[in-house]
């Protein structure tokens, strides 16, 4: 199973955020060029972000983005369900597009659904909170001045 690069990059648009100091904004120029994802790009992420309610957004000359609830309160698994579309491991795992011949006796399909099911629940298990334990290693290689 692979994360879609959309789903990554909204990881790290959290975790730059939270980083930052209280009180300060973090802007998309930053995060573009500390992770050298494109502004255009960092754009429709935010845009996602800010309409599941995990950051908000503040327009104007000093605007930026800040966290829209505590890290503690941001689940992990939440943010990866909200950003993926597609779970389908396997063919059979869509009833709409499954032509194979084997699935009525295809043990596969469901060592793969427990494998998801697992990931999910760990994933699950996880808030912003505990990828920040260590913060300031984090601040350091991201930039981030710690005054």
Do not use: W
């Not at 890290?71 to 597009?97: Q, S, W």
């Amino acid at each position: 199973m692979r994360l879609k690069k959309y789903t990554d990059y909204a990881l790290r648009v959290l975790l730059y955020t939270a980083s930052k100091n209280e009180g300060e904004l973090a802007n998309k120029k930053e995060i573009s060029e500390v992770f050298h994802i494109s502004e255009n790009h960092l754009g429709k992420i935010i845009h996602e972000l800010n309409k599941l309610s995990l950051i908000e957004t503040i327009r104007g000359r000093s605007g930026g983005i800040r966290l829209a609830k505590p890290p503690k309160e941001i689940n992990i698994g939440y943010v990866v369900r909200a950003m993926e579309d597609d779970f389908h491991l396997l063919e059979c795992f869509h009833c709409a597009t499954n032509y194979c011949v084997i699935t009525p006796a295809c043990k596969l399909k469901h060592v793969l659904h427990d494998a998801l099911r697992a990931f999910l629940e760990v994933v699950d298990s996880y808030t912003l909170a505990d990828l920040l334990t260590n913060q300031d290693e984090l601040r350091e290689l991201m930039g981030i001045s710690t005054e």
